[in-house]
């Protein structure tokens, strides 16, 4: 029985949306608010403030693609769901980014994990970043909201053979391990969410907020960048933006001027810093685009006698976070650790050399599990960090630096992952890595990774959570916008989005930006009505 297409109903409708592709002329659209960035804290800011009687305009600079266009087939989702066509990259090239770019943002793609904030981290942000409002206490019900709208339970089913090997492993070793919560709702257990969820199971923004925004009578314009905020004398007076060809790659000659009484930033840790540098917003203190953080990870790879097919069932369903915390909040670089879903392009990748080699490892892919360990960057002062910059066009990019620090913490993590993966039963430990083969028992592993040259462009490096750029906090001098995601220069601008974290937070970071968002739209939402 076919899924029924959630947005060609609402269409038929007569949902309001607007294709930048397609536009006859020029444009001009006018709302209460303005929200630029469909994902997470877009998505969800537009739906609370459209049931609360706004007129609610939300712009996206990717396509529409719905659960028909979701053929669990890598090279069209790649090419169309996420940045550059999942070409992000850090500014030397070295590390991979992986954003989503599509109506729904990076809740189109992602692989449904959703944890709240670690209380080590709030208090992190309240002790060093001038946070307040912000406690375990104060955010519980958002978090609970968040998690009721949307689904969000620990995995009821047996996770797949590739989680299954990191539950194992560390409870060979004691270490502790849980039951990662997803937001979905009658899952099929498909594996493919990194390509769009052709059943509509996954709650993403596509299917939750953004059609309860359009039943609001909200407006939906995509296919448009937002390239510059018109600023005079500290408020917005309009939002420039230029419709995308069909690609979403070339402009397509028209333009949008966007007119709001209100505007909210939610593009994320590099666009939203970036449409502020374009735009000249002002900054006096110069932390645009500063104290951006990426939980930095690297990989581990093994084969085993058993099947694990990792490219079938929920793609993350068991996490550990026995080395995150053990050293304290600054302690030496810590980590989570979780499995990634090996689907054959991004394992060829992964995997690294070329031929006969590359032929060689992927002959054994039905056999062969992954790991992945997030670093928790931005805690200690020694950490790596990044700055969203702007090329020559004006695109953005991402100059993440490496440290010491931080490479003492990627060794570290190959060695527990090596070590989890031997105790799960492993007959062979790839770290991957451009020098290293597979290794055949823990002690050969051990040697191995210590004399590991842990060099850029040799470790493979990659990400898909860019936090930070438009950090909060209440002290103008450290942040861009106060507790509330107010902007403090600009008094009709909002950020809504991952680039309001202070620090990474050592955990996927979609429920944080849903619970700190569902509660900043409501203030917001507040301010507007009595202002």
């Not at 309001?16 to 444009?27: F, K, N």
């Not at 994902?39 to 739906?47: H, I, K, L, N, R």
């Not at 002002?282 to 084969?303: E, I």
């Not at 992927?362 to 997030?374: S, V």
Request: hydrophobic share 40%.
């Amino acid at each position: 029985m076919p899924v029924p297409d959630i947005f060609a109903a609402g269409l038929a409708r007569g949902w309001q949306t607007h294709d930048g592709s397609r536009l006859a002329g020029d444009l001009t659209l006018e709302a209460d608010t303005a929200i630029i960035g469909s994902g997470a804290g877009g998505a969800t800011s537009a739906e609370i403030l459209s049931a609360a009687g706004f007129k609610v305009l939300l712009i996206e600079e990717g396509p529409l693609r719905t659960s028909s266009d979701f053929d669990l087939q890598e090279p069209r989702a790649y090419r169309s769901l996420y940045q550059e066509g999942v070409g992000r990259m850090s500014k030397d090239g070295a590390i991979t980014i992986l954003q989503g770019r599509a109506v729904g943002g990076t809740t189109l793609v992602n692989w449904t994990s959703s944890f709240r904030t670690p209380p080590q981290t709030l208090e992190h942000w309240a002790r060093e970043h001038a946070v307040s409002g912000l406690s375990t206490e104060q955010l519980a019900p958002w978090f609970a909201r968040m998690e009721e709208r949307l689904g969000i339970a620990p995995w009821a089913m047996p996770p797949n053979a590739n989680n299954a090997v990191l539950q194992r492993g560390c409870e060979r070793l004691g270490y502790r391990w849980a039951v990662i919560p997803r937001n979905v709702r009658g899952c099929w257990n498909l594996g493919y969410c990194g390509m769009g969820c052709p059943t509509n199971a996954k709650q993403s923004m596509l299917v939750t907020s953004i059609p309860a925004l359009l039943d609001h009578g909200g407006e939906l314009l995509y296919l448009a960048r937002a390239e510059r905020l018109q600023i005079r004398a500290g408020r917005i007076e309009g939002l420039d933006c230029v419709g995308m060809d069909a690609r979403g790659v070339a402009p397509s000659g028209r333009r949008i001027h966007v007119r709001a009484r209100h505007y909210v930033l939610a593009g994320g840790g590099i666009n939203s810093p970036a449409l502020l540098l374009r735009s000249a917003a002002p900054d006096p203190h110069g932390r645009v685009g500063k104290r951006t953080f990426l939980h930095l990870t690297n990989f581990c790879a093994a084969q085993f006698d058993e099947v694990i097919n990792p490219f079938y069932g929920a793609p993350q369903s068991i996490y550990s976070d026995h080395f995150q915390w053990r050293d304290g909040a600054r302690g030496r670089m810590s980590y989570k650790l979780e499995v990634p879903p090996l689907h054959p392009a991004l394992a060829a990748t992964l995997f690294g050399r070329f031929g006969v080699d590359n032929a060689l490892r992927m002959a054994q892919l039905p056999h062969t599990h992954a790991m992945i360990a997030l670093q928790r960057d931005g805690f200690h002062p020694d950490s790596a960090e990044g700055q969203v910059e702007l090329r020559s066009d004006g695109t953005p990019v991402l100059d993440y630096h490496m440290t010491a620090y931080s490479w003492d913490g990627i060794r570290r993590a190959f060695h527990s992952m090596a070590e989890i993966q031997f105790a799960a039963g492993a007959r062979a430990v790839l770290p991957l890595h451009a020098d290293a083969d597979y290794v055949h028992t823990p002690r050969a592993a051990r040697e191995l990774i210590d004399r590991l040259d842990l060099a850029l462009y040799r470790t493979r490096l990659g990400s898909a959570h860019v936090m930070g750029g438009c950090a909060m906090g209440d002290d103008p001098r450290q942040a861009v916008v106060d507790s509330r995601g107010r902007h403090h220069q600009l008094e009709n601008l909002s950020v809504h989005d991952g680039s309001l974290f202070p620090t990474s937070i050592g955990a996927n970071p979609q429920l944080s930006i849903y619970a700190l968002c569902a509660k900043f739209a409501s203030q917001l939402g507040e301010d507007l009505q009595n202002a």
